[in-house]
């Protein structure tokens, strides 16, 4: 009897996985160094798939089914193995269980803000965050690429890659999109869909895919929603004369209906508050505008004069332009005289530096000499 009981704890007949967590990816079946039966067993529920490794070689993959584990259902292994139709030996290989499940609910967003030219604001930073869900479709590649020889692996040991996977296509399409920030709201699903897109390229070579793909929000830096928030509040206002025009006419509505609240005091602010409103609206229009002052009795000022800038010719060559102060400075070193030709722009031809009344005076600066010299 103990025998049979030994061999009967040595060889595993019966082989399945029951999974009671929510993040557990890949499980591997303990054989405890025992040997497989051959024609033993094998349940594979639906939401799993169950991969055979075999001296360290991927060998068969079972999708949900109940199996009995015998050559015609092993044609990797059997190859492996070298078996031939009539053998009937145990094996010792490693199952690994796959949840091909989806994953829900799991939370992507960016670490630091992403730098982008926003067509209204200029360059600015934004935030953004949301959730998405992954499931595996490929086991042999999920558990080559990602997995190894890891007994137990969950969905927090390649969240991490996945999310940086995210935040990379997220930053690269948001920058490159050209919506406005105040715009994007309205457009997160389209963004979705084009970041869903373009991480489903890169996890598909883990042997995943992402089913699902939401932003949730997307937000501004605390000081650019500050400002936004100002903006907001002065556009609501309006113009803020008749804002206040309507404030004060509130207050006084108010003062007025409650006479008792203070002795009289109420009826001599309504009285008060009326008489500015009534001096306020005789500063108004017609038309709710203020009169403009009139100005038709009042001349304009003069045009400036224009300043002249003088060319002079000597020698059959041209120099210049230079201006009054200079000419005038010439005409002090003996530079310039009366017979200096001259020309400004809008005067016909070249004149003489004394026939020109502009410059004449030039000449006449220092005093004549005494009388009797």
Same mark, same amino acid.
């Not at 591997?28 to 939401?47: D, S, W």
């Not at 490693?94 to 967003?109: A, H, P, Q, S």
């Not at 086991?139 to 969240?159: H, N, Q, Y």
């Not at 009042?298 to 120099?319: L, R, Y």
């Given at each position: 009897?103990?025998?049979?009981?030994? @061999?009967?704890?040595?060889?595993?007949?019966?082989?399945?996985?029951?999974?009671?967590?929510?993040?557990?990816?890949?499980?591997?079946?303990?054989?405890?160094?025992?040997?497989?039966?051959?024609?033993?067993?094998?349940?594979?529920?639906?939401?799993?798939?169950?991969?055979?490794?075999?001296?360290?070689? @991927?060998?068969?993959?079972?999708?949900?089914?109940?199996?009995?584990?015998?050559?015609?259902?092993?044609?990797?292994?059997?190859?492996?193995?070298?078996?031939?139709?009539?053998?009937?030996?145990?094996?010792?290989?490693?199952?690994?269980?796959?949840?091909?499940?989806?994953?829900?609910?799991?939370?992507?967003?960016?670490?630091?803000?992403?730098?982008?030219?926003?067509?209204?604001?200029?360059?600015?930073?934004?935030?953004?965050?949301?959730?998405?869900?992954?499931?595996?479709?490929?086991?042999?590649?999920? %558990?080559?690429?990602?997995?190894?020889?890891?007994?137990?692996?969950?969905?927090?040991?390649?969240?991490?890659?996945?999310?940086?996977?995210?935040?990379?296509?997220?930053?690269?399409?948001?920058?490159?999109?050209?919506?406005?920030?105040?715009?994007?709201?309205?457009?997160?699903?389209?963004?979705?869909?084009?970041?869903?897109?373009?991480?489903?390229?890169?996890?598909?070579?883990?042997? @995943?895919?992402?089913?699902?793909?939401?932003?949730?929000?997307?937000?501004?830096?605390?000081?650019?929603?500050?400002?936004?928030?100002?903006?907001?509040?002065?556009?609501?206002?309006?113009?803020?004369?008749?804002?206040?025009?309507?404030?004060?006419?509130?207050?006084?509505?108010?003062?007025?209906?409650?006479?008792?609240?203070?002795?009289?005091?109420?009826?001599? @602010?309504?009285?008060?508050?009326?008489?500015?409103?009534?001096?306020?609206?005789?500063?108004?229009?017609?038309?709710?505008?203020?009169?403009?002052?009139?100005?038709?009795?009042?001349?304009?000022?003069?045009?400036?004069?224009?300043?002249?800038?003088?060319?002079?010719?000597?020698?059959?060559?041209?120099?210049?332009?230079?201006?009054?102060?200079?000419?005038?400075?010439?005409?002090?070193?003996?530079? %310039?005289?009366?017979?200096?030709?001259?020309?400004?722009?809008?005067?016909?031809?070249?004149?003489?530096?004394?026939?020109?009344?502009? %410059?004449?005076?030039?000449?006449?600066?220092?005093?004549?000499?005494?009388?009797?010299?």
């Amino acid at each position: 009897m103990g025998i049979f009981d030994f @061999l009967s704890g040595e060889f595993i007949d019966v082989i399945h996985w029951t999974d009671d967590t929510r993040d557990t990816m890949v499980w591997r079946f303990e054989r405890e160094g025992h040997e497989i039966k051959y024609g033993a067993k094998l349940t594979v529920r639906e939401g799993q798939a169950a991969v055979f490794v075999h001296e360290g070689q @991927l060998a068969d993959v079972f999708t949900p089914g109940l199996y009995l584990l015998e050559t015609n259902n092993m044609p990797i292994l059997t190859t492996l193995q070298h078996w031939d139709h009539g053998f009937r030996s145990p094996f010792k290989s490693e199952i690994y269980f796959v949840n091909t499940t989806r994953f829900n609910d799991l939370k992507w967003g960016t670490k630091n803000p992403i730098m982008l030219r926003d067509p209204e604001f200029g360059p600015t930073r934004i935030r953004a965050f949301g959730s998405y869900s992954v499931r595996v479709t490929d086991p042999a590649r999920f %558990l080559t690429e990602i997995v190894g020889t890891d007994g137990e692996f969950t969905m927090d040991e390649i969240s991490y890659q996945i999310r940086n996977v995210i935040v990379q296509a997220f930053s690269r399409i948001i920058a490159g999109s050209g919506i406005p920030v105040l715009d994007m709201a309205a457009n997160t699903a389209d963004l979705g869909k084009l970041v869903a897109k373009e991480i489903s390229v890169v996890v598909a070579e883990y042997g @995943l895919t992402i089913p699902e793909f939401y932003i949730e929000n997307i937000s501004l830096p605390p000081a650019v929603e500050k400002a936004l928030d100002k903006r907001t509040s002065m556009g609501l206002a309006g113009d803020l004369g008749r804002f206040t025009e309507y404030s004060a006419a509130e207050a006084m509505t108010q003062a007025a209906s409650n006479p008792s609240g203070g002795g009289g005091m109420g009826a001599g @602010l309504g009285m008060g508050m009326g008489m500015a409103m009534a001096n306020q609206m005789g500063r108004v229009g017609p038309w709710g505008a203020a009169p403009q002052p009139n100005t038709a009795s009042v001349p304009a000022p003069p045009p400036p004069p224009v300043e002249h800038v003088w060319h002079i010719a000597e020698n059959g060559q041209t120099h210049g332009p230079y201006s009054k102060a200079a000419l005038g400075r010439m005409a002090t070193d003996g530079k %310039l005289t009366r017979d200096t030709h001259v020309w400004t722009a809008g005067q016909d031809g070249w004149m003489t530096a004394g026939e020109v009344q502009e %410059l004449a005076q030039l000449f006449t600066v220092l005093p004549p000499p005494p009388p009797g010299a």
